[in-house]
């Protein structure tokens, strides 16, 4: 089993950028496709990014392609969200998590949950 703590959120101005991370201790990390996912106040927990246990494979939310880039290092157990031109719509909270597929954007595929960080987005 992996284990998950979500670092880096904060509060930023419109246009700003923040780098999330995601510390995962446990010795599947390797084997495990990893995914970001976000949740607003009152709204449902909604995809990302997700990147496959090698990093060869990505996969991004329209909402935040072009502007979130999603990556690992295996040596450091380690999954990076890089969040640029951020915008007030992306404030939430944004939480890592593992999965046995191999690339999934359905969090009941995930099995494992970091605990969340809080990112806000002022206009």
């Known amino acids: 089993q992996v284990q998950l703590v979500e670092s880096g959120g904060g509060l930023v101005q419109a246009g700003g950028s923040l780098r999330l991370s995601c510390a995962a201790s446990?010795?599947?990390?390797?084997?495990?496709?990893m995914g970001w996912f976000r949740q607003a106040p009152g709204k449902e927990r909604v995809f990302v990014a997700c990147i496959s246990a090698n990093g060869g494979y990505t996969s991004y939310a329209d909402s935040v392609r072009g502007r979130f880039t999603v990556s690992r290092d295996n040596r450091k157990n380690t999954v990076t969200l890089q969040m640029n031109n951020l915008k007030p719509e992306d404030t939430a909270v944004y939480y890592c998590a593992a999965s046995r597929k191999v690339l999934t954007n359905r969090p009941l595929e995930y099995d494992t949950w970091g605990q969340g960080t809080q990112v806000t987005v002022s206009s």
């Open positions: 446990g010795r599947t990390f390797s084997s495990n496709s």
